[in-house]
């Protein structure tokens, strides 16, 4: 059973910037493709950000040019690194593996990421 682990969120400002971490147990990241969803109040569960086995990146156009995907495949952990963040990046932010519409694993507790002034 792989359990995932979200962390970084938290309160910032219009404009400002977050880094969250995505740790798993096991090492799982090497050879598949890992992506970040979130989740805002009242609505679905979206993918914002992926990243290949390969290293390519994808992003939703809400956050493409502000967002960056990394991972460290020793560390076995995924990186999301938000600038630039606006209120309507408020959500519960979650780590899994894409498999065309599904997800690999379990969902973890998600992080909260809040932007208001």
């Known amino acids: 059973q792989v359990h995932l682990v979200e962390s970084g969120g938290g309160l910032a400002q219009p404009g400002g910037s977050l880094r969250l971490s995505c740790a798993a147990s096991g090492s799982i990241f090497s050879g598949i493709d890992m992506g970040w969803y979130r989740q805002a109040p009242g609505k679905q569960r979206e993918l914002v950000a992926a990243i290949t086995s390969g290293g390519r990146t994808n992003y939703a156009d809400s956050v493409k040019g502000r967002f960056t995907i990394s991972k460290d495949n020793a560390k076995n952990a995924v990186y999301l690194q938000m600038n630039s963040l606006q209120p309507e990046d408020t959500a519960v932010y979650y780590c899994?593996?894409?498999?065309?519409?599904?997800?690999?694993?379990?969902w973890g507790q998600g992080t909260q990421v809040t932007v208001s002034s």
């Open positions: 899994n593996a894409p498999i065309s519409r599904f997800v690999r694993y379990s």
